[in-house]
């Protein structure tokens, strides 16, 4: 029984560094993903509103990446196709406006679930890595009390070092959920503020096209036939 309560010690203190790595390439791999977020949607959003007109802000929407730029794609293509309609159907019975907002909605969605991947697991850890240890820590103490009482003596020095062997779950614990939770929460901030950039872009959008009365120059043509295929692509990412 001695050894059983040792290894769950020991694999607890693994399961918990395996959680740290976990952890950090997490908040790397987010932080990256983030920041070029952010770069892509400010340098879009300025090069889309220095268009000459439309035809060339609809190229430029093409050409981009990012999710300002895909927002951008979704709205001229959900257009072009409510133009290049031949007949009436449910999803064209909505006015151009909400079929518009509509779809920039759902893109807007795509974009911040893409951007929240991961913190569901960083949330995951934060909260129960601290349990963890724990559960590691009574194991471990039971593993010193028995090693202790097969001594036959109690004192200090006897007592301190296996005890204190077994806090160290406790103390790893801890140390593995405070990244997580302050990644979580600083992620979690950091995707509402692109949210309501997105969201301002998406109004700046609809208002444009709406001095235009929601139709496209003669280049919405060539967006149609693009249209399917990208918003099988945001269905996808909506799944």
Do not use: C
Request: glycine share 6%.
């Amino acid at each position: 029984m001695s050894d059983l309560n040792s290894l769950i010690h020991d694999a607890t203190i693994w399961l918990l560094v395996l959680l740290s790595v976990i952890t950090w390439g997490l908040i790397v791999v987010k932080a990256v993903k983030a920041q070029k977020a952010k770069r892509q949607i400010t340098a879009f959003v300025e090069q889309f509103w220095k268009a000459k007109d439309i035809n060339n802000a609809i190229q430029q929407s093409e050409q981009a990446q990012g999710p300002a730029a895909r927002i951008a794609q979704a709205g001229f293509q959900t257009l072009a196709a409510a133009d290049n309609k031949t007949h009436q159907d449910l999803q064209q019975s909505w006015s151009r406006q909400d079929l518009l907002e509509r779809h920039l909605r759902k893109q807007i969605l795509a974009e911040r679930r893409q951007l929240e991947q991961g913190s569901a697991v960083l949330a995951s850890i934060g909260n129960n890595a601290p349990f963890i240890g724990l559960f590691g820590t009574v194991f471990g103490i039971i593993h010193a009390l028995q090693a202790i009482a097969a001594s036959g003596s109690a004192s200090m020095d006897i007592v301190a070092g296996p005890i204190g062997d077994a806090l160290i779950a406790t103390g790893i614990g801890i140390a593995v959920a405070v990244p997580a939770v302050l990644a979580y929460n600083y992620f979690v901030r950091l995707v509402k503020g692109i949210g309501a950039d997105l969201d301002d872009f998406a109004t700046d959008f609809v208002s444009l096209n709406q001095k235009r009365g929601f139709q496209l120059p003669v280049l919405n043509t060539i967006i149609a036939q693009q249209s399917t295929a990208v918003r099988n692509e945001n269905q996808e990412a909506l799944a």
